[in-house]
């Protein structure tokens, strides 16, 4: 029924737009008086009736299309956030009034100026939509509060998900070390989650890891953890969308991947490797390394001799003073660890001089 209807209105349609375009075109030639003659009537209804039958016939291919147009858009809609919609509609409003107010002049031309109006209303209307939405994530107030944040700290630092399972970061976290603002993307925890449903038992054991993890690091942490709720793409793997989003927002990378800490160095992102600062904060020292040192004074305990290495950690050596100015070689007994420092205990390797030593004689 909805269709006839529809059909019948597009005939109606075509016939009022001949009628118009007949009377419209005898005005400008000069031949108003035949409007109301015998020829004008007939010249107006043969071009009615010819536009009214086109026009209905062509309302079926129309309303065809316009049915898996509005079908498509349902999908769309059912698959768009709120927020989005809102976006959207605030795009068009946008749209429709740069468009009205570039018509206002070209409205005002004869035959051409509605036509060409009305186009216009459709592309800034579309592109409105369009670029609120692709923008629909970037706050244009937090743009500003975030360059001042900046620049009061060491920016923002996304974590991914290798390095929120490992769980080193909540210990990194509750030291003090780490400033800024640590954010968790959304497509990263979207991807904790599906790892925490697995049916494998490792894997689900790894998901449900990282998610403690992360209630832990907002619980302990001592600056600003924020969960970024920008939607992921699942056709676009994770660490794409890692690189993607760290480079929009101008972003570092937290990671224990090797090779996407090397990706996002090629793209020109700031990456921070756990494992890089775990080697670089490794022991210079184990029990059972042999080393050579100079024992330069006489150590609190009787026969403690003390010596130092280059960065100038102290090595205590036992029954060492006897050898006060000379190299020995040693073996390291304990290392001592503390907020003060780093202190070697260790042994004499032999009880004579050391060979090294015996360059220097």
């Known amino acids: 029924m909805l269709e006839k209807i529809l059909k019948y209105a597009f005939a109606l349609t075509g016939a009022l737009t001949g009628i118009s375009l007949v009377r419209f075109i005898m005005i400008q030639s000069g031949r108003k008086e035949y409007l109301g003659t015998l020829y004008g009537i007939g010249l107006i209804t043969v071009v009615a009736v010819i536009l009214g039958v086109g026009m209905f016939f062509l309302g079926d291919k129309v309303i065809a299309l316009s049915v898996g147009f ?11 956030t709120l927020y989005e919609l809102m976006m959207g509609a605030v795009g068009l409003i946008a749209g429709l009034i740069i ?6 002049p070209i409205v005002k031309i004869e035959l051409i100026g509605v036509p060409l109006s009305i186009i216009i209303n459709v592309l800034f209307g579309i592109c409105g939509i369009y670029f609120t939405v692709i923008k629909r994530n970037e706050n244009i107030f937090d743009g500003a ?4 944040k900046t620049a ?5 630092k996304l974590l991914d998900t290798s390095v929120i399972i490992d769980g080193r970061i909540l210990d990194l976290s509750r030291t003090g070390f780490l400033e800024g603002e640590l954010v968790i993307p959304g497509f990263v925890l979207e991807e904790l989650r599906h790892l925490a449903d697995s049916s494998d038992d490792v894997t689900r054991a790894k998901g449900r890891r990282g ?13 600003p953890i924020t969960i970024d709720n920008t939607e992921g793409d699942s056709q676009v793997e994770v660490d794409e969308q890692l690189l993607s989003r760290a480079k929009e927002i101008g972003a570092k990378i937290i990671t224990n991947d090797y090779n996407l800490g090397k990706v996002a160095k090629i793209r020109g992102i700031d990456v921070l490797n756990i494992n890089d600062l775990a080697n670089s904060m490794k022991p210079i020292a184990v029990s059972g390394e042999e080393m050579t040192i100079r024992i330069v004074k006489e150590g609190k305990e009787s026969g403690q001799g ?5 960065d100038g950690t102290m090595v205590v050596v036992e029954q060492a003073y006897k050898y006060k100015g000379q190299l020995v070689d040693l073996v390291v007994v304990s290392v001592l ?15 004579h001089f050391s060979l090294a030593n015996s360059a220097f004689e």
């Open 70 to 80: 509005v079908d498509k858009i349902e999908d769309s809609i059912q698959k768009t």
């Open 99 to 104: 468009a009205n107010l570039i018509s206002i």
């Open 145 to 148: 509060l975030s360059r001042k």
């Open 152 to 156: 009061k700290s060491n920016g923002i």
């Open 211 to 223: 998610l403690d993890v992360l209630n832990m690091l907002k619980s302990d942490a001592k600056f």
């Open 306 to 310: 003390i010596g130092y290495l280059d």
């Open 337 to 351: 660890q503390t907020s003060a420092g780093r202190m070697i205990f260790g042994k004499l390797k032999n009880a």
